[in-house]
T-cell receptor, first 110, second 115 residues
Framework: QKEVEQNSGPLSVPEGAIASLNCTYS??????FFWYRQYSGKSPELIMF????GDKEDGRFTAQLNKASQYVSLLIRDSQPSDSATYLC??????????FGSGTRLLVRP | NAGVTQTPKFQVLKTGQSMTLQCAQD?????MYWYRQDPGMGLRLIYY???????DKGEVPNGYNVSRLNKREFSLRLESAAPSQTSVYFC??????????????FGSGTQLSVL
């Protein structure tokens, strides 16, 4: 069973802090990874994807991938209350289907 | 530009009833998907269609059927609803430009309750 694992949280951080969201995956054939943000009652929306080892930055967001450790993370700098949402990690498996984790709920306290 | 449109938004069924969830996209995408989302379970793939005329099973296909009517439309049918099918259902589409960019566009979801 191919799995993507996330801590369900909630992860609570104060406004302005760095939020660190983590994800591990079991399928070594997975080549690329995606972070989706989902506000309560809404549909998921893609915020970042990464396929190379190392860091990828986009504004306040940084995705990190370590294929040897099968580990993906998302850092959110200068966290804002509007970042409060559930963050879904997903990996593209060897048959090119997205496998989602169960999501981590992030709460940013004003 | 509507994107991905799902209907209905809410539905209540009795055990054993049937229904079809409709999905249409106007982005000329080749690939379409049906996911279900349960509390604490994330999104699980029910069925997908890589192109018009093809459908394949995902992680949790039992109790469902799909039809890719044309490039725009992909419907999900519950022939005999069960309480275990109570969930939020999302339709999605994508036009992967390569293996590294599987960006899904999601519909707004259908909240289904089976009593």
């Amino acid at each position: 069973q191919k799995e993507v694992e996330q801590n369900s949280g909630p992860l609570s951080v104060p406004e302005g802090a760095i939020a660190s969201l983590n994800c591990t995956y079991s399928d070594r054939g997975s080549q690329s990874f995606f972070w989706y943000r989902q506000y309560s009652g809404k549909s998921p929306e893609l915020i970042m994807f990464i396929y190379s080892n190392g860091d990828k930055e986009d504004g306040r967001f940084t995705a990190q991938l370590n294929k040897a450790s099968q580990y993906v993370s998302l850092l959110i700098r200068d966290s804002q209350p509007s970042d409060s949402a559930t963050y879904l990690c997903a990996g593209l498996d060897s048959s090119y289907k997205l496998i989602f984790g169960s999501g981590t709920r992030l709460l940013v306290r004003p | 530009n509507a994107g991905v449109t799902q209907t209905p938004k809410f539905q209540v069924l009795k055990t054993g009833q049937s229904m079809t969830l409709q999905c249409a996209q106007d982005m000329n995408h080749n690939s379409m998907y049906w996911y279900r989302q349960d509390p604490g379970m994330g999104l699980r793939l029910i069925y997908y269609s890589a192109s018009e005329g093809t459908t394949d099973k995902g992680e949790v296909p039992n109790g469902y059927n799909v039809s890719r009517l044309n490039k725009r439309e992909f419907s999900l049918r519950l022939e005999s609803a069960a309480p275990s099918q109570t969930s939020v259902y999302f339709c999605a589409s994508s036009d992967p430009s390569g293996v590294y960019n599987e960006k899904l566009f999601f519909g707004s979801g259908t909240q289904l309750s089976v009593l």
